[in-house]
């Protein structure tokens, strides 16, 4: 879900950049009087004497932006029940950052604007774009790991949950306590359907419209209700009686092809997926290439000539707008990235250095649809309007080329999780950096002639894989013992840090060798409750002293990166690196080969 997020927003951001162009040559050009006439086209339903109207610009506001804060909502309750936001060990350094990146931008406006016209525009420079942001990290590439893509996405969730409470509680005017209700019962109408278990796709869209008006008519703005609806939607592992159902259905398929056996096929493997994975996987598309250009091609036109610039240049909006992105961010999610890291309260995703993780603060400067979005809620003055804009163009600007610079003097670390066949072809180390000691984990004789050390990571299906076969070879090769490294890629596998501290914190009762056997029999449950019942098994505390146990597994991952390790499995058979198969044969015939020349 991850990989497949991450494609779709970087793919939509060159239609995005595009439409953002063609806003601002439209303002710009002879015809520019045309762009604000057209957005203020009124269109409307009417019932009868009832009508119901907006114009174009608030159809695409309030309307069609709606559908990309439900994805926001289906993002948020996806990450916090299956994904990244599940392992509170991960959660809290980028959403700590989050909110440094979000008090520090409005601090830095208000120092310029407080108790100015302007004042009420402080909101403008607090969210980041993601979408352009994943663009310019696309554009990076190597310089920017998949460790640094994923705190930077969960930052970016943090940011805009936090960005719509801001809309909600500041943004709103006139609160129409009728429409209120109406729309609370709504609400409420949808959570029983929910509950009852009533899955009619007609329901929903009928109750939701008119969730979205009453909203809409109470004066809160009706963004909330998309992310509401987005976390009220059902999101689940699938299970192995739907998997099990699902295979069955595609053998079924496989050896009696027909019309019948392809539609059940096609039922089961659906249905076996959640609907809030079906959603985000059809509307992504959508959001990214049509929803957020057009509110782009909507809202980003301003005119650009001397006049404006010149007001611009001195005007305390457009001023701190700019650098709200630009030193505000940087700032604040820097700041806010070191001290929950320096208090100990949670750990990155992945093996990043502070090259990096500043270069990701830089470019969370970009700030643009949220930030446009805020402008059209905070500026009634045209002016003002204008300023704040050319304030959030130049911002981002700046922040993107403060991210690239940043980024050239960054070090690059990554991690795979893969077949030795599937790594990428690089110069690495081909020896141990660090030798066999006391502090490993051996299982096997002290005196073995062959050891194994073997860098895993407990949720990497390849190293599940791999796990029977080490067993097989320790059973039949009395002189061979097995070390075992950590090495969790926190950004694929949200779970594996919090797997290797709970086998650390076995270590300590001297039960490392069982947890680590119960944890890759179980790959499929490793969420915090089946970790705590593993360790009740063993009589182990599994949160006790984890600072010590999180230094520990950093300790083998700095021996990792020092080895040369990018992914996992990675093997080195008597310290040097092992090139081959992951299967019984070929470990075997190393091993005897290492045997004969001994």
């Known amino acids: 879900m991850l990989r497949a997020f991450l494609r779709t927003e ?30 203020h086209t009124s269109m409307g339903i009417s019932f009868g004497d009832a009508q119901f109207s907006l114009d174009l610009r608030h159809w695409v506001n309030d309307g069609l932006m709606t559908v990309f804060f439900f994805l926001i909502g289906l993002e948020v309750s996806y990450e916090v029940r299956l994904g990244q936001l599940r392992d509170r ?75 719509i409470i801001i809309i909600a509680l500041f943004y709103t005017e006139n609160l129409s306590v009728t429409a209120l209700i109406t729309a609370a019962l709504l609400l409420a109408a949808i959570m029983t ?35 509401a609806l987005g976390i009220l939607v059902f999101v689940y592992a699938p299970t192995d009686h739907k998997l099990l159902l699902a295979g069955e259905a595609v053998q079924e398929f496989t050896s009696e092809p027909s019309a019948r056996a392809a539609r059940q096929a096609a039922l089961r493997v659906q249905r076996a997926v959640s609907v809030n ?36 240049a001195t005007s305390p909006v457009a001023i701190g707008v700019a650098l709200g992105l630009l030193l505000g961010k940087f700032i604040g999610i820097s700041l806010g990235t070191w001290l929950p890291l320096r208090l100990g309260w949670g750990v990155l995703p992945g093996n990043l250095v502070w090259g990096q993780l500043l270069g990701g603060a830089a470019v969370s400067g970009i700030g643009f649809t949220v930030a446009l979005f805020i402008v059209e809620l905070a500026f009634e003055d045209p002016a003002l309007h204008d300023q704040a804009k050319i304030g959030i163009l130049a911002g981002s600007l700046l922040s993107a080329a403060l991210g690239w610079l940043i980024f050239r003097m960054a070090w690059d670390r990554g991690g795979v999780c893969a077949p030795p066949e599937a790594e990428p072809a690089e110069d690495l180390p081909t020896t141990l950096a660090v030798p066999v000691g006391p502090g490993d984990h051996v299982r096997g004789p002290a005196d073995a002639r062959i050891t194994i050390v073997e860098y895993g990571d407990f949720e990497c299906p390849y ?7 080490l067993e097989e070879i320790l059973r039949k090769n009395p002189d061979v013992r097995l070390v ?9 596998h949200p779970r594996a840090a919090a797997a290797a501290t709970v086998a650390e914190a076995a270590a300590d009762r001297g039960r490392f060798w069982e947890m680590h056997d119960i944890l890759y029999d179980n790959q499929r449950f490793l969420t915090d409750a089946d970790l705590e019942h593993y360790a009740a098994e063993l009589d182990v505390d599994p949160w006790s002293d ?30 040097v690196r092992y090139e ?19």
Not at 484 to 492: G, I, K, V, W
């Open 277 to 312: 994975e079906r959603l985000q996987l059809r509307l992504h598309p959508w959001s990214s290439y049509v929803i957020v250009p057009v509110f782009a091609l909507a809202n980003a036109g301003v005119r650009l000539d001397g006049e404006t610039l010149r007001a611009a």
């Open 463 to 469: 190293c599940g894989r791999l796990h029977p076969i």
């Open 89 to 163: 060990r991960l959660i809290a350094v980028p959403a700590v950052a989050a909110f440094g990146g979000m008090l520090v931008p409005a601090g830095v406006y208000l120092l310029l604007n407080y108790g100015g016209a302007g004042a009420g525009g402080w909101g403008v420079p607090i969210a980041t774009d993601t979408a352009f942001v994943l663009g310019l990290l696309a554009v990076v590439g190597a310089r920017c790991p998949d460790p640094l893509r994923a705190f930077l996405l969960t930052l970016a969730i943090v940011d805009d949950v936090l960005a």
């Open 546 to 575: 984890v600072a010590r146990h999180v230094a520990r597994i950093g300790v083998d991952e700095a021996s990792a990166r020092d080895s040369g390790v990018r992914g996992t499995p990675s093997l080195f058979l008597n310290g």
């Open 484 to 492: 075992f490294r950590h090495y969790p890629l926190r950004t694929l």
């Open 193 to 227: 359907l929910r509950w009852l278990k009533i899955w009619r796709a007609p329901a929903y869209i009928v109750l939701g419209f008119a969730l979205w008006v009453a909203t809409l008519e109470s004066g809160i703005h009706p963004t909330l209700v998309g992310i």
């Open 580 to 598: 081959g198969g992951h299967d019984l044969d070929s470990i075997t015939r190393a091993v005897e080969e290492i045997r004969e020349s001994a």
């Open 10 to 39: 970087a793919g939509g951001t060159s239609v995005l950049l595009a439409a953002t162009a063609l806003a601002l040559i439209w303002a710009n050009s002879p015809w520019g009087d045309t762009y604000e006439a057209f957005w």
